[in-house]
């Protein structure tokens, strides 16, 4: 079956860093978009960033631009998202999302508090 299982979440001070991964199984991985997602506390879910099928273009929301980056690893059925500067408003839920035009897959995301 599809799973999608994110890890790496924690409890960082503002100003630090921390890395996503979100291991893949159960579907060709390399033939889909790979996202990641966010959802605040009281807040919309809302995209962070996404990596096209072969790694070649990527795309983040503006909040995000500089801060994090995406990455997969299409042998290893991976994805990855390096977070820096992180803000006390990066304090969220972050789950790992697999799309094509017909299937959508999520994961069951993990915990980010950023505070001191």
């Known amino acids: 079956q599809v799973q999608l299982v994110e890890s790496g979440g924690g409890l960082v001070q503002p100003g630090g860093s921390l890395t996503l991964s979100c291991a893949a199984s159960?579907?060709?991985?390399?033939?889909?978009?790979m996202f990641w997602h966010r959802q605040a506390p009281g807040k919309e879910r809302e995209l962070v960033a996404l990596?096209?099928?072969?790694?070649?273009?990527?795309t983040y929301a503006d909040s995000m631009k500089g801060r994090f980056t995406i990455s997969r690893d299409n042998v290893k059925n991976m994805v990855y998202l390096q977070m820096s500067s992180l803000k006390p408003e990066d304090t969220a839920v972050y789950y790992c999302?697999?799309?094509?035009?017909?299937?959508?897959?999520w994961g069951q995301g993990t915990q980010v508090t950023v505070s001191s």
């Open positions: 159960g579907f060709t991985f390399s033939r889909y978009v």
């Open positions: 990596i096209t099928s072969a790694g070649g273009s990527t």
């Open positions: 999302k697999a799309g094509d035009l017909l299937h959508e897959y």
